[in-house]
């Protein structure tokens, strides 16, 4: 008992050590911190968001339409008198779970084929793997609206089609993994102990392979936002009165010239959450994989 109470401490540390060296690598990595910066902005900015709008985002005033920023709005109304500010702010809770529920989903799907194409090998591997070529040979911007129109916009058919579109990344990455994690020792010496398939995949195998997943997630989620952003600006995705970026941006082309903030702002908004979560994969991706530690350490 006191050897394995003595194990387990020194297990303990050691993971907490490991927690510190990759929060210090982040930490040094300029990029890393200037999008974890703004991916913390973006969803505070969400989370508080009843908050920090200065007004209701659907509350619409037609005596004040158009109008160009002032104290009372500081970007300016809409084209039904609607404050832009405050939609640009409630816009961030649409895109960023939008974005994280479909990477999710997607990264859920992606991960479970990838991981038995990998581990089984043989035919279901091979099953998988064509699958996989099908739907990456897709365009997805294409099929995105395609499918959002047959089913119907609406946040939970643009959630779903993002998520089927998408996985194959997930799958690649994980299958790759796979086929290097499970010819290890510490595997086989599972094999050796009698231990299940099941165990082997979820405890030996998937935890070791999840290190370019984690990179890939937060790439995905900058993807997936700008994805939702281009169906809504087409008129496929999230549907009037819901304030979203994508929305803003269309109806604000429109009036660019009388009022430029109607597009200007939304779409700085779509610019600085593809980049914040871009920015954080790459300082991932370095902390992660020592070959890369310190290449993107400057900005």
């Known amino acids: 008992m006191a050897t394995k109470a003595a194990e387990n401490i020194k297990g303990m540390r050691s993971f907490k ?3 510190e060296n990759l929060a210090r690598t982040i930490m040094a990595h300029k990029i890393a911190v200037v999008g974890l910066a703004i991916i913390i902005g973006m969803i505070l900015m969400a989370v508080f968001a009843p908050y920090l709008a200065p007004h209701d985002p659907n509350d619409q005033d037609l005596y004040h339409v158009l109008e160009g920023p002032s104290a009372k709005h500081l970007l300016g109304t ?20 939008i974005g994280i529920v479909s990477t999710f989903l997607s990264a859920l799907l992606g991960c479970t084929l990838g991981l038995i194409s990998g581990y089984k090998g043989g035919i279901a591997d091979m099953v998988i793997m064509r699958i996989t070529d099908t739907f990456m040979c897709l365009p997805v911007m ?25 996985w194959t990344t997930f799958a690649r990455l994980m299958r790759g993994q796979v086929l290097y994690v499970r010819e ?22 998937l935890p070791n392979a999840m290190a370019p997943i984690i990179v890939a997630v937060t790439i995905t989620l900058g993807r997936h936002i700008m ?19 994508g929305k803003a941006l269309r109806v604000g082309y429109s009036y660019l010239e009388i009022v430029p903030l109607y597009s200007i ?4 908004m779509i610019t600085l959450a593809v980049l914040g979560f871009n920015f954080f994969g790459d300082g991932l991706r370095d902390a992660l994989d020592p070959r890369l530690r310190g290449e993107g350490s400057a900005l």
């Open 17 to 19: 050590r490991r927690r």
């Open 78 to 97: 809409d084209d039904v008198g609607r404050d832009l500010l405050s939609r640009v702010i409630y816009g961030a809770r649409i895109s960023l779970f």
């Open 142 to 166: 294409v099929m995105l609206l395609v499918i959002v129109a047959v089913m119907g916009p609406g946040v939970q058919n643009i959630i779903i089609a993002i998520s089927i579109l998408t």
């Open 184 to 205: 290890l020792p510490f595997v086989e010496a599972a094999h050796a102990a009698g231990a299940s398939e099941i165990r082997i995949m979820l405890k030996d195998i």
């Open 227 to 245: 994805l939702e952003s281009i169906a809504t600006f087409l008129g496929l995705g999230v549907q009037p009165p819901t304030p979203t970026w």
């Open 265 to 268: 702002a939304p779409g700085l």
